[in-house]
């Protein structure tokens, strides 16, 4: 297996890796409020949450940037509970230009704190690498594409939700925004740094 390949699929596994559920849990969250023909509104969310993600990752694996583990692991879920209390308290059917383009300043600000939680083994895994452009490129791309296919698995169940089960969509939401808020309480309360 080569060295790009190797870090591509760390970077898929990453996202979808269950154990880290707070970045799934973040992108359902991130995805509540769209339909599935909005779909390249929500693909630049999610590219702008990874370019958040890719430059923190990068800056705080060369040493550039250090913030302690303990603030981030606990700034983690509280992204997820803002972005959550924002979809429950959003009223409108379709998410309008003005706000899609705070979400995508939000998704990326967001990116930019989910990116130093996974630095400190990223860093460690490098130490071993000649070179860290090549496996932190792929790293990046792997993530990107870890998060379309959980984009499209969410999206696909929200169709089906909604269109097949006849559930309302304010609903739907206000039943995915509500769990997110609850889970990312419960973690900001056992990852509370202070």
């Known amino acids: 297996m080569s060295v790009f390949q190797l870090y591509l699929e760390l970077g898929i596994d990453h996202i979808m890796d269950i154990r880290g559920y707070d970045h799934i849990l973040f992108i359902l969250t991130l995805c509540a409020v769209y339909y599935f023909r909005e779909w390249k509104r929500v693909l630049i969310l999610i590219t ?96 990107e594409l870890g998060q379309i296919i959980v984009v499209l698995v969410i999206m696909a169940l929200t169709w089906l939700v909604v269109n097949v089960m006849h559930a309302r969509r304010r609903e739907w939401n206000l039943l995915i925004s509500g769990a997110g808020m609850g889970i990312a309480l419960v973690l900001m309360i056992e990852r509370f740094p202070w």
């Open 48 to 143: 702008a949450f990874t370019i958040g993600h890719s430059t923190t990752l990068v800056l705080a694996t060369l040493n550039i940037v250090k913030i302690s583990t303990g603030l981030i692991e606990f700034l983690i879920p509280l992204t997820i509970f803002i972005t959550a209390f924002f979809n429950a308290i959003y009223k409108y059917e379709r998410v309008g230009k003005r706000l899609h383009m705070m979400k995508y300043a939000a998704a990326l600000f967001f990116g930019l704190i989910h990116g130093l939680g996974f630095s400190n083994y990223l860093r460690n895994l490098l130490g071993n690498e000649s070179g860290i452009v090549k496996p932190l490129l792929a790293f990046n791309i792997g993530i």
